[in-house]
């Protein structure tokens, strides 16, 4: 008789998000971990905060400058354009998303290639250091930013 193991192959595991906020969530993110299947992974943190809106004028106030003040080979680009050429070579390789998840900026796009994801995806932090990376590259081609406006009168 062959002691060959037989897996069992199981639907994906939906990701669920607890957050502790009292005794009843830890009941409930405790009864989830006994009810799950091996193979999961259980990661405690401090909860992920989604970006703001704030950042993201922010962002496009940062794009819109280096579109106004920018030469690049000659030319000038609208901040869409900036937005794209940005996305591809100023936002880093891996970024963290409002999941909690670190994944790579490229996605696969219908016949072939890749795309940059969507900045909307990006948790806070990550956003606001591409922000800084964006804010440092339009320096580099000698545009003169405004000052924040969230910091302005403080």
Known sequence: MN??????KRDKYRTRSIILLSDR????????IR????GIECLLREPVKARSLDANSLYWIRLTEISAQAWFDGHQYSKDVWHIYCGKNIMPD???TKDGELRSKWEAIPGGGEAVISTTLMERRC????????????????VHHSANPNEVGR
């Open 94 to 96: 891996q970024v963290m």
């Open 25 to 32: 969530q830890k009941e409930i993110a405790c009864a989830a």
């Open 127 to 142: 956003f606001s250091e591409y922000i800084e990376a964006v804010t440092a590259f339009g320096a580099s081609l000698g």
């Open 3 to 8: 002691d060959v193991k037989h897996s069992v």
């Open 35 to 38: 009810n799950a299947p091996a």
